[in-house]
């Protein structure tokens, strides 16, 4: 397959939809977050759509939190209500300092391996 | 500098200006190609405002071909004019395959070290 192309512009990737793994949606896509230096996607940030009465709060997932699903036309986490529930989160208008502690914190919750 | 935040918004990325070492604007970025597997930037399309009278084709260039100039507001790419003249282009509307073999073209004319 190494021929293959393999590259998904970020327009693409914003405001695809979220799904959960037994179809509910999420939300969307809302912006990536690049790490400066290796050009790396460091965080997805997903923009819940109300679900759970969480209003529209973005929530920094790891990249490889998102799985593709040809069938829907989204992204599919598998993510467990307690997961959501306590997953670190922002308003729109307090975004945080990605420092690395934060990232830590981030990629701890969700089992991702934090890179450097 | 491990806890200072180095990330930036793709959002951000899009649409800010790229100069030549000798101020020159030569266009802006217009989308970033990500490679699906590592969310790593492959591809960080430059749209040409028309410089050198290339119209609007997109140039693909490596990611760390774009260093940041603060007191620019926008990027310096470090290319020569023939760099410019004979680097791998695109019409917008025949948008290449980004399979490898391209990729390794584009990653040998501008020097980057080519990542799998």
Redesign the interface.
Do not use: C
């Given at each position: 397959m190494?021929?293959?192309?393999?590259?998904?512009?970020?327009?693409k990737?914003?405001g695809t939809n979220v799904y959960s793994p037994s179809g509910d949606k999420l939300g969307s896509i809302d912006?990536?977050?690049?790490?400066?230096?290796?050009?790396?996607?460091?965080?997805a940030a997903l923009e819940f759509g109300g679900f759970l009465g969480l209003g529209s709060d973005r929530y920094p997932l790891p990249?490889?939190q998102l799985k593709?699903d040809t069938s829907k036309d989204g992204y599919v986490v598998h993510l467990s209500k307690e997961q959501l529930e306590n997953a670190p989160r922002y308003a729109l208008n307090d975004t945080p300092?990605?420092?690395?502690?934060y990232g830590r914190k981030v990629y701890d919750h969700y089992g991702s391996s934090w890179w450097v």
């Amino acid at each position: 397959m190494a021929s293959i192309s393999s590259t998904i512009s970020s327009s693409k990737v914003e405001g695809t939809n979220v799904y959960s793994p037994s179809g509910d949606k999420l939300g969307s896509i809302d912006d990536l977050l690049i790490d400066k230096h290796s050009g790396r996607v460091r965080y997805a940030a997903l923009e819940f759509g109300g679900f759970l009465g969480l209003g529209s709060d973005r929530y920094p997932l790891p990249w490889d939190q998102l799985k593709y699903d040809t069938s829907k036309d989204g992204y599919v986490v598998h993510l467990s209500k307690e997961q959501l529930e306590n997953a670190p989160r922002y308003a729109l208008n307090d975004t945080p300092t990605y420092t690395d502690d934060y990232g830590r914190k981030v990629y701890d919750h969700y089992g991702s391996s934090w890179w450097v």
